[in-house]
Every structure is written in C-alpha cells, then in structure tokens.
C-alpha cells in the first residue's frame, strides 16, 4: 500500500511530513498544498480567520480521499477538527522551548528596535522579560521572518526551537527561554498526524507516541476549556515523569491587563481533567481577584 501524505508547501512542513514518513519507513507519496494562511501575509491571523486557515485545504484533500494522512505542527491545529477526521497520532515531543533569534552577525540585543513575535502568548510574555521594549507581530515563514530580521526591521525575533532545528538554522539561536520563562504553545514541537476514522491503523500504531499524546491532550484540554481561540493569551505546557503530568500554564484577560501563571499535576491517565482544573482555576484567578 502507498500512502499519500499531504502537507502545506512550506519548507518546514516539507521537512517534518518527511519525518513523518522516515518514521513510517513504508512506501509513501508526500502531496503538497498551499493554504489560505500561507497566501495571507500582511494581515495577523486573528485578522484573517484564525488558524484553521494553514489546515482547511488539507482537510478538504483528507476528506475527498485525494490523500490519506495529513501531517501538522500540532500548534497551528484547530482545538475541535471535522467530524470524521481525527488526529490519529502524535509524534515525539522534540525541544518546545522559544528561543530568541537575533540579526546575522550580531551579538547583543538592539533594544532600540522593536522584538518581533506571531502570537498573543509571546506577545504578553515578552512584555514581562522586556519592558523597555517594543513588541511587533511578524508573519510568513521561518526564512521569510529571518530576512526581515537580518535587514534591520526587528532588533530580534522569537521562534520555536523545534521548527529552526528541523530546518537545520540552530546556529541561529542567540538564547533559549525555559518553559518558566516563556511558557510554549499548546502542542509545540508535536506533529500531529491526521487521518479518515478507522484508516491506516498500521501506519497510525507507527507514529504514536504515549508521552506525547498524553501532552498533548492536557494542553489542548487547557485551551479548549478556555473558549479553544487561537488568539487568546493563553500558554500551556505538560511533562510526563513516570505515571505523572505536570502542566504549567498561563492566561490573560482579553485587554491583557491581568496575566496569571500557575501550575499543577495529576495522573497520566487524568490528563484532560488536569487541562480543564488549571484551566477553571486561573481564569477565575483572573477575572475574579
């Protein structure tokens, strides 16, 4: 059997639908597509429609059976997917920490220009490790926001760690945030594989990872409980030891006035009801004083 695997065009989608299918290590065809969120970029997400732009085309293509398995950072994936195809697995978590980028050649922080980010989470974050500095959005992909940067836009941008190592630009890296720092985005530097209820299950039982499912089901608990928009700043992030998950999470009020951190733990097999408890006591935390 040949699987068709579907994929955005963009480098770093290419790149891990590879590793996808390295991992599977049975014959495939990867099929690339260019999503409405790609083709939008002089407008933020929240803008323009929200996340679910980067996987509408790739869903339409799953559903028509025009492909088999689809392959997302698990970040940019919607919090409730089309009825009848699922997220089917999760592959190994590799590293989720943001990590600070600056201009090629430089060695020190040019606080007089603005820190450039694509998301509210870090946007919020930032604010509290950089008061005296600006805090811009910037869109397009890793290479595009790296040309931006080197040409004197931003004085430095934060990225995920995991989508400069796929594209082999760790060099890049000036320091990484740890997750007390600046909390990840729910699922990041998970791939998540998607695919028609019931289809593939060899190729699904591959791919699977235990620790990362569990993961990824306690930070997505955590967003969907508070309303599942993308563009809330919200921050969410699980570790596995043992038969335990901590979760480590932050959220603001929608002006961003009132941030709040905190964090708990539970049993691995309690994983979603860890997400929504955090997820329950900090919005009351911050909105009820």
Not at 4 to 33: N, Y
Request: charged share 25%.
């Amino acid at each position: 059997m040949n699987i068709r695997i579907g994929s955005r065009d963009s480098k770093l989608a290419v790149v891990q639908a590879e590793q996808v299918i390295a991992q599977l290590d049975m014959p495939c065809t990867l099929v690339t597509m260019k999503t409405t969120g790609d083709m939008i970029l002089d407008k933020t997400l929240d803008q323009v429609g929200g996340k679910g732009l980067f996987v509408k085309e790739l869903d339409r293509a799953l559903a028509a059976g025009e492909v088999d398995l689809t392959v997302h950072s698990l970040k940019d994936v919607p919090m409730e997917q089309p009825e009848g195809l699922p997220l089917v697995a999760y592959t190994v978590r590799e590293d989720a920490r943001d990590v600070l980028v600056l201009p090629q050649g430089a060695s020190e922080l040019d606080r007089t220009k603005p820190i450039g980010c694509a998301s509210a989470r870090r946007r919020v974050q930032l604010k509290r490790l950089f008061p005296d500095m600006e805090v811009k959005p910037v869109r397009g992909n890793v290479q595009t926001r790296l040309r931006k940067l080197d040409s004197g836009e931003y004085g430095a941008l934060v990225l995920a760690a995991a989508g400069l190592h796929r594209l082999g630009l760790q060099d890049r890296i000036s320091r990484y945030f740890s997750p007390e720092e600046l909390i990840p985005a729910a699922g990041q530097a998970i791939l998540a594989v998607q695919g028609r209820e019931g289809q593939c299950p060899e190729a699904v039982a591959r791919l699977d990872d235990s620790d990362a499912r569990v993961c990824a089901l306690t930070e997505r608990a955590y967003v969907r409980t508070l309303g599942g928009g993308c563009f809330a700043p919200v921050a969410a992030y699980a570790c596995v030891m043992d038969d335990t998950v901590t979760l480590r999470a932050m959220y603001a009020t929608a002006d961003e006035q009132t941030v709040v951190y905190g964090v708990d733990t539970a049993p691995r097999d309690q994983a979603e009801a860890l997400g929504a408890r955090l997820a329950q006591k900090l919005q009351k935390e911050a909105e009820h004083p």
